[in-house]
């Protein structure tokens, strides 16, 4: 697949539900984003996305250090495309909007932006008719939150090139999300006609009184719905035909889809039917806000994306796909960035729980960023989780934090990391986070211990990790002391 590392600043045009997903997605890459919505709400729920975003990216990701892209609001559609390398559209569902947008995108971006759509069915086909350069378009449809879900469907129209599939399968690749090419081009691709099936079946089922909303929400969640998130339709069916798998299952279950079983036909909305499903998801809502329940799906998303990263030695389905991504983002031994300098060890934002009843960042979640960052540090020297795996490890046994400005909810915050000393079996680290304005805001002391894990005893540092180490280390030595290095608590007396 071609690499696509050049992509450094994308546009986002259509800032709804799913641009603002897009633009969280790119901005936590560390990709710039220049975001166009007319609507006046545009921006505050560009606002609203990302924090939601970096709440989930701290848990799936914690202690990764990639700098946040920088969100610029441009007053145009020419001003948010016109430096591109990439633009990706995600207005209303409507082809003749889409299409004359999507020409006037074409007209101002570079030849060699790339352009993706998020339509969830049209044409590309139709969508490039009337663009000049349509070999550059595809169709890129992700999924609601488009900042969790890893699918995109890549999907070309008759005049799209390979090379853009291939362009556009590596960024999003780049940016943790799982592609499946569309082989054949085909209204609604495939994630949608599926999911259209079923929401037909119960648009159907609810006109004729078979079941409400809530009873249609329950037959799935307690049931297809747990499995659906690692076995899709086929691999479970596959199970349910016992020991002879599939080819009974079809002779067993086979003739049932010559029965009247489903209708899949949707119904008429009329206005009745739209007041009868509008309602039952009220009562079904039962008064939790979109904000509640956008909350709560993201925390059980991060949840079972995390639970999915832990089955089998490289993870499952989704979890294998955060699995990859992680090591995309890790630090690797091989990849010292700047011996020389203080290592960038931790980059994120302050998020609400933070925050304690004095207004500012609380002060166990210093610690719970200083440990990320010596979990960075030792993660770069080679003491990574194949290290621990093995039974070798560092073990912190005196820390200390000082406390010198205060950190607010989303503000920026930044921690760069000195060794001030190493031996055979000790690692003295010395770590800074500063704020959005570079200043200091606290500082923590760490000395850490090597350990045979196994034998539950110090041991020496293995001579690899001892040798990058002494690589970095050796040039720390020759960097400032930090202000503040070596102190203690206590209540000095006053000099006269
Ligand atoms: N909502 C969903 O679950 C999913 C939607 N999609 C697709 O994503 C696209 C966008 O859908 P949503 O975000 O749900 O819609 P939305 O209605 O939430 O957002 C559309 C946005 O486009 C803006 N807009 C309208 N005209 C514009 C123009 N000329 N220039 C710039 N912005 C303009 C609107 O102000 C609005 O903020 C659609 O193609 C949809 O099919 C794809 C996957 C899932
Ligand atoms: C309803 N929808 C067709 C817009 C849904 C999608 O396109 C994907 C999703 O997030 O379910």
């Given at each position: 697949?071609?690499?696509?590392?050049k992509?450094?600043?994308?546009?986002?045009?259509?800032?709804?539900?799913?641009?603002?997903?897009?633009?969280?997605?790119?901005?936590?890459?560390?990709?710039?984003?220049?975001f166009?919505?007319?609507?006046?709400s545009?921006?505050?729920?560009?606002h609203?996305?990302?924090?939601?975003?970096?709440?989930?990216?701290?848990?799936l990701?914690?202690?990764?250090?990639?700098?946040?892209?920088?969100?610029?609001?441009?007053?145009?559609?020419?001003d948010?495309v016109?430096?591109?390398?990439?633009?990706?559209?995600s207005?209303?569902?409507?082809?003749?909007?889409?299409?004359?947008?999507?020409?006037?995108?074409?007209?101002v971006?570079?030849?060699?932006?790339l352009i993706?759509?998020s339509?969830?069915?049209?044409?590309?086909?139709?969508?490039?008719?009337?663009?000049?350069?349509?070999?550059r378009?595809?169709?890129?449809?992700?999924?609601?939150?488009?900042?969790l879900l890893?699918?995109?469907?890549?999907?070309?129209g008759?005049?799209?090139?390979?090379?853009?599939?291939?362009?556009?399968?590596?960024?999003y690749?780049?940016?943790?999300?799982?592609?499946l090419?569309?082989?054949?081009?085909?209204?609604?691709?495939?994630a949608?006609?599926l999911?259209?099936?079923?929401?037909?079946e119960?648009?159907?089922?609810?006109?004729?009184?078979?079941?409400t909303t809530?009873?249609?929400?329950?037959?799935?969640r307690?049931?297809?719905?747990?499995?659906?998130?690692f076995?899709?339709?086929?691999?479970?069916?596959?199970?349910?035909?016992?020991?002879d798998g599939?080819r009974?299952?079809?002779?067993?279950?086979?003739?049932?889809?010559?029965?009247?079983?489903?209708?899949?036909?949707a119904?008429?909305?009329?206005?009745?039917?739209?007041d009868?499903?509008?309602?039952?998801?009220d009562e079904?809502?039962?008064?939790t806000?979109?904000?509640?329940?956008?909350?709560?799906?993201?925390?059980?998303?991060?949840?079972?994306?995390?639970a999915?990263?832990?089955?089998?030695?490289?993870g499952?389905?989704?979890g294998?796909?955060?699995?990859?991504?992680?090591?995309?983002?890790?630090?690797?031994?091989?990849?010292?960035?700047?011996?020389?300098?203080?290592?960038?060890?931790?980059?994120?934002?302050?998020?609400d729980?933070?925050?304690?009843y004095?207004?500012h960042?609380?002060?166990?979640?210093?610690?719970?960023?200083?440990?990320?960052a010596?979990?960075?540090?030792l993660?770069?020297i080679?003491?990574?989780?194949?290290?621990?795996?093995?039974?070798?490890?560092?073990?912190?046994?005196?820390s200390?934090?000082?406390?010198?400005?205060?950190?607010?909810a989303?503000?920026?915050v930044?921690?760069?990391?000195?060794?001030?000393?190493?031996?055979?079996k000790?690692?003295?680290?010395?770590?800074?986070?500063?704020?959005?304005?570079?200043t200091?805001?606290?500082?923590?002391e760490?000395?850490?211990?090597?350990?045979?894990?196994?034998?539950?005893?110090?041991?020496?540092?293995?001579?690899?990790?001892?040798?990058?180490?002494m690589?970095?280390?050796?040039?720390?030595a020759a960097?400032p002391?930090?202000?503040?290095?070596?102190?203690?608590?206590?209540?000095?007396?006053?000099?006269?």
């Amino acid at each position: 697949m071609t690499q696509d590392d050049k992509i450094q600043r994308a546009a986002v045009i259509g800032g709804g539900v799913i641009g603002a997903g897009w633009a969280a997605r790119f901005l936590l890459n560390g990709i710039d984003v220049a975001f166009y919505d007319p609507s006046d709400s545009a921006r505050d729920r560009a606002h609203a996305v990302l924090a939601m975003a970096r709440q989930a990216w701290a848990r799936l990701y914690p202690g990764a250090t990639v700098a946040e892209g920088q969100l610029i609001f441009a007053p145009t559609l020419e001003d948010a495309v016109r430096d591109a390398d990439f633009v990706q559209e995600s207005l209303p569902e409507i082809e003749t909007l889409k299409r004359s947008v999507l020409a006037q995108i074409d007209a101002v971006a570079p030849v060699d932006t790339l352009i993706g759509s998020s339509t969830s069915g049209l044409l590309p086909s139709r969508l490039q008719a009337d663009m000049r350069h349509p070999g550059r378009l595809v169709v890129g449809h992700p999924f609601n939150p488009v900042y969790l879900l890893p699918l995109v469907e890549i999907c070309g129209g008759d005049q799209t090139t390979e090379a853009t599939r291939d362009r556009a399968a590596a960024f999003y690749t780049r940016t943790g999300m799982q592609v499946l090419r569309v082989r054949k081009e085909i209204d609604g691709f495939i994630a949608d006609r599926l999911l259209e099936a079923l929401w037909r079946e119960g648009l159907w089922l609810i006109e004729e009184g078979v079941a409400t909303t809530s009873e249609l929400d329950d037959a799935i969640r307690y049931s297809a719905g747990l499995r659906w998130a690692f076995m899709g339709t086929f691999l479970t069916y596959r199970l349910a035909g016992g020991d002879d798998g599939m080819r009974h299952f079809l002779h067993q279950f086979g003739p049932a889809l010559k029965l009247p079983w489903t209708k899949l036909v949707a119904p008429e909305l009329t206005d009745t039917l739209i007041d009868r499903i509008a309602t039952q998801s009220d009562e079904q809502a039962a008064g939790t806000s979109i904000r509640e329940l956008e909350a709560l799906r993201d925390d059980a998303l991060v949840r079972i994306l995390n639970a999915l990263s832990q089955v089998g030695p490289d993870g499952y389905a989704a979890g294998r796909t955060l699995n990859g991504f992680r090591n995309a983002r890790a630090p690797a031994d091989t990849a010292i960035p700047d011996p020389d300098g203080p290592i960038v060890s931790y980059q994120g934002h302050a998020l609400d729980a933070w925050i304690d009843y004095n207004g500012h960042m609380t002060e166990h979640r210093y610690l719970q960023v200083f440990g990320q960052a010596t979990d960075h540090v030792l993660a770069l020297i080679g003491a990574n989780e194949a290290y621990v795996r093995a039974g070798h490890s560092f073990y912190t046994v005196e820390s200390h934090i000082r406390h010198l400005g205060q950190v607010h909810a989303g503000d920026a915050v930044r921690v760069c990391s000195q060794i001030l000393g190493h031996d055979a079996k000790r690692l003295h680290l010395f770590h800074t986070m500063t704020g959005a304005d570079g200043t200091a805001v606290a500082t923590s002391e760490h000395m850490l211990i090597h350990v045979d894990a196994r034998q539950g005893a110090s041991a020496p540092i293995l001579p690899a990790v001892q040798a990058a180490l002494m690589a970095i280390g050796d040039k720390h030595a020759a960097l400032p002391r930090p202000a503040g290095a070596g102190g203690s608590i206590g209540i000095r007396p006053k000099t006269s």
